[in-house]
């Protein structure tokens, strides 16, 4: 069984400052990876998709990707408190671009005004 | 507006009954998935379809059943057969080409055993 590995957190972060969220795979094939932010009570949406090694920015968000080391991440610049929340990450299975999502169980983010 | 919906958003079972959650899509998605999500827990796929009359086995499709005879609609069974089912359901539908594209959720269903 692959496995995504997150830590649960909860990750406690002040109002501005940088939030780091990691995430690890077991599937050294694998080649798609994702973030999810999912507010309590409501359903996953998708803030980022990486596919290749290093990194790629969106707004204040930026993953990076390190599959040498089988790493993924996940920056939130300027947090806000609107940005707390559960953080999935997902790992499209073996390699290619079929496959099913294997989702990590979540890294809690609390912001803190 | 587009998008998937799910109902009930809250659901009781009881001891040996089944009860079906509904999950409808006017995304023209070929593909739609169902997930269950246990607190504190990432999401586990139950059952998935690519296409109209077809769909297969996820993770955890052990005491569940789905049928898929229209494009826009993917019901999820819980059977009397699934022991621990309380927990979150989310249904997904994506155009099916690739799964690096977005997944679009339903709202969910949250099903607790009476």
């Known amino acids: 069984q692959k496995e995504v590995e997150q830590n649960s957190g909860p990750l406690s972060v002040p109002e501005g400052a940088i939030a780091s969220l990691n995430c690890t795979y077991s599937?050294?094939?694998?080649?798609?990876f994702f973030w999810y932010r999912q507010y309590s009570g409501k359903s996953p949406e998708l803030i980022m998709s990486i596919y290749s090694n290093g990194d790629k920015e969106d707004g204040r968000f930026t993953a990076q990707l390190n599959k040498a080391s089988q790493y993924v991440s996940l920056l939130i610049r300027d947090s806000q408190p609107s940005d707390s929340a559960t953080y999935l990450c997902?790992?499209?299975?073996?390699?290619?671009?079929?496959?099913?999502?294997?989702f990590g169980k979540g890294t809690k983010l609390s912001v803190k005004p | 507006d587009g998008g998937i919906t799910q109902s009930p958003k809250y659901l009781f079972r009881k001891e040996g009954q089944n009860v079906t959650l509904s999950c409808e899509q006017n995304?023209?998605?070929?593909?739609m998935y169902w997930y269950r999500q246990d607190p504190g827990q990432g999401l586990r796929l139950i059952y998935y379809s690519q296409i109209v009359n077809d769909f297969q086995k996820g993770d955890i499709a052990e005491g569940y059943s789905v049928s898929r005879e229209k494009k826009e609609s993917f019901p999820l069974t819980v059977t009397s057969a699934q022991k621990n089912p309380t927990a979150f359901y989310l249904c997904a539908s994506s155009t099916g080409q690739s799964t690096n594209e977005k997944l679009f959720f339903g709202s969910g269903t949250q099903l607790s055993v009476l």
């Open positions: 995304l023209n998605h070929d593909a």
């Open positions: 997902a790992v499209i299975e073996g390699g290619g671009s079929q496959g099913n999502l294997i």
């Open positions: 599937d050294r094939g694998s080649q798609s």
